[in-house]
């Protein structure tokens, strides 16, 4: 089956650093990716949608400079939190679709705290 | 807007039947999918409907009924370890899933 991993799964930073998370598809080819920040007890929404080669597309509120995202081949997409807040504290979910698939396959999500 | 509606939660008795249903209202419409997700976890994929009717999967099925606007994901032969959040989602314009809030279901002994 399609998997789809991240690094790191768990990441506790100082306020003010930025944190980099890694997202890859490992036995396939994802042309899109997709970043989800989900708060506790709250729903997954959506953040951007990566395609492999171009710039992100952004949701209404989340900030392009805040997170950057690169999708620099097709299995791997990267998620920047830069100068984090404690806001930004967060589960932090991609998800991967296969090139001529309908399915996203979710990875195991990177647990973000910032102090 | 764009919305899916879920109850928040669902509680039944291991062995037993349950049915979490969802209404959606969203701009385009290419298939309902179900997921489950446990604390501390990420979703994981259970079902999808593009089409009207029941679609079976073991223990789970989901059924969809687009004139409607609804679905239902209904979880047969219960087990402790069903006990999670389960998010219906839609897929809008493009690639663009839209989730539901979630409904945590508690199972009973």
């Known amino acids: 089956g399609a998997v789809v991993s991240q690094h790191p799964s768990r990441v506790i930073c100082k306020s003010g650093t930025s944190v980099k998370i890694e997202c890859r598809s490992l036995d396939f080819q994802a042309t899109t990716m997709f970043w989800y920040r989900q708060f506790p007890k709250q729903s997954l929404m959506l953040m951007a949608t990566?395609?492999?080669?171009?710039?992100?597309?952004?949701e209404q509120g989340v900030e392009k400079d805040k997170f950057l995202i690169n999708h620099a081949s097709l299995t791997l997409s990267t998620l920047t939190v830069t100068s984090a807040h404690p806001e930004d504290s967060s589960f932090y979910i991609c998800?991967?679709?296969?090139?001529?698939?309908?399915?996203?396959?979710f990875g195991p999500g990177t647990r973000l705290t910032v102090l | 807007g764009q919305s899916l509606e879920q109850p928040s939660e669902v509680t039944a008795v291991e062995g037993a039947i349950v049915q979490i249903n969802c209404t959606y209202q969203t701009s385009g419409f290419y298939g309902l999918s179900w997921y489950q997700q446990h604390d501390g976890g990420a979703p994981t994929f259970l079902s999808y409907n593009a089409l009207d009717g029941l679609e079976e999967t073991g223990r789970f099925s989901s059924f969809l009924s687009r004139s409607d606007s609804y679905g239902y994901l209904l979880l047969q032969e219960l087990q402790m370890k069903d006990s999670a959040s389960y998010f219906c989602?839609?897929?809008?314009?493009?690639?663009?899933?839209?989730f539901g809030k979630g409904t945590r279901l508690h199972i009973l002994p």
């Open positions: 998800s991967a679709r296969s090139t001529g698939s309908d399915t996203q396959y």
């Open positions: 990566s395609n492999e080669g171009s710039k992100a597309t952004y």
């Open positions: 989602a839609v897929r809008d314009r493009g690639d663009k899933i839209i």
